[in-house]
């Protein structure tokens, strides 16, 4: 689970600390949730999704988590955006749009999937096996998004999408979906522990900018051997403890890992 906690440059951290650590639909300071210093979108992503999501008794009213369209009748989020003290799902999944709260489909959750591994916890525990699966009542017409066979390797260029916060202070959520240039990064380059087989470090190709509060389980992509966007990892939480969203690095799930997973999760409960 994610919370944001008092960090340098962080004012009112306590009370943004005390919606975020309900919310779970935020990112702990220092991960990636929405994109503070992206641009906007420069071109259509059908496949990304946002969950609608809500704290009312940490007053967060207006939250929201990111999502990948992998399947017509299938979107791939965050493990901690389905779970989360006082979380509470809007209970529809909104796809194919470049705005949080108008266009593209919207569909009811007809059910979600949390990793048997994933467990709720702070700091590095906090992103162990942080991915889910959430099934659409029916499907939708537009184009999934491919999982990559495998993370490129450090260096490799990115791309991260998002709805949420542009301000690394606040929740200051963005209504035209964002995007961030990015890059693998090599484990070395997040603190001791954090990126793993599963877990990819990845580093701004911008200054001071990252993803940040909001983000969580949005899509972190890479072109293939074609130029095509596929997907390569799951907004999850900070590489690093008690650094600002803009001071990165950021920590993704990474999804060519768990592609057994997912593809033996749709076919049972399909």
Not at 193 to 207: H, K, Q
Not at 218 to 247: F, I, M, Y
Request: proline share 6%.
């Amino acid at each position: 689970m994610f919370s944001l906690k008092p960090v340098r440059r962080v004012a009112r951290a306590t009370a943004v600390g005390a919606l975020a650590v309900a919310a779970c639909a935020t990112l702990t300071t220092g991960s990636a949730g929405a994109i503070v210093n992206g641009t906007d979108s420069t071109e259509r992503y059908p496949f990304m999704a946002t969950i609608p999501e809500s704290a009312p008794k940490h007053g967060l009213y207006d939250g929201t988590c990111g999502a990948s369209l992998i399947d017509p009748q299938w979107v791939l989020t965050a493990a901690h955006c389905l779970q989360g003290d006082g979380l509470e799902l809007d209970g529809t999944v909104r796809i194919g749009s470049e705005h949080r709260k108008s266009g593209g489909t919207v569909r009811a959750i007809g059910r979600t999937v949390v990793h048997p591994g994933y467990v709720n916890g702070e700091g590095k525990a906090a992103n162990k096996d942080d991915i889910a699966l959430v099934r659409l009542d029916r499907p939708v017409t537009e184009t999934p998004v491919r999982i990559a066979e495998r993370a490129g390797r450090p260096g490799t260029p990115t791309r991260i999408l998002g709805f949420d916060t542009t301000v690394d202070t606040e929740l200051n959520f963005a209504e035209r979906m964002q995007e961030l240039d990015t890059r693998r990064g090599a484990a070395a380059e997040c603190a001791p522990g954090y990126a793993d087989r599963t877990r990819l470090c990845t580093i701004s190709r911008v200054p001071e900018a990252m993803a940040c509060f909001g983000d969580s389980g949005g899509p972190q992509l890479q072109k293939d051997a074609h130029g095509r966007w596929e997907l390569v990892g799951v907004t999850s939480g900070p590489g690093a403890p008690g650094v600002a969203c803009s001071d990165g690095p950021g920590l993704y799930s990474n999804v060519p890992a768990y592609a057994d997973w997912i593809r033996r999760t749709i076919k049972r409960v399909t």
